[in-house]
């Protein structure tokens, strides 16, 4: 008896190391997967963007031009949702940050997420988030405020005859039906980031 308890100890033994050893090597295994294939980026310190600290000074910033990029927020259910700036100017392959502000003003939990869309149809392959509230689902308690930050790029490439830009993001309650983009904007497109 006493031997077979042990032989039952030995391999409870194993099958927790090796449990341990599986959960220890899931994160790297996340971060090449998600890196291969382009989605969930973690957060902006994880890549070399350009303009941050660690990347290499960015040749790529075409100063000769200036787009405008303005901001708008559409909410579908009770809560408030709003950019906290109207637009901002930025140079194609300069990295720029916004933040849209959320409330959630009903006296229950929800869970919500954004859609985004943009307008002129053709920018939205040529801009690029690296970071946004949109990439996630979140969930609310009653009355809480959150600020989320929006981290993008705008390709160089973008057509010379767009100057001005409108990101559009329509904010909704998971588990509702999903709500049609504005008429103004188009969704994006396969070609782009979402």
Known sequence: MAGENRRMVGKLAVVAA???????????IYRHVCEALGINILAVGERQVPGSSS????????????ITVEFDANARGPWHFKPAQASIRVHPGELATVVYEFQNVQ????????????APRNAAAHFNKLECFCFNQ???????KKQWPV?????????KDVTTITLSYTFFEVGGKTPPAPQAVAPLGAGGRG
């Not at 090796?18 to 790297?28: E, H, N, Q, S, V």
């Not at 979140?138 to 809480?144: A, K, R």
């Open 18 to 28: 090796g449990m341990f050893a599986f959960g220890y090597a899931l994160i790297p």
């Open 55 to 66: 990347a290499k000074p960015n040749t790529q910033v075409d100063t000769s031009r200036t």
């Open 151 to 159: 981290a993008f790029v705008i390709d160089p490439r973008l057509p």
């Open 107 to 118: 006296d229950r939990r929800m869970a919500a997420q954004a859609i985004p869309s943009y």
């Open 138 to 144: 979140y969930t609310l308690e009653p009355g809480e």
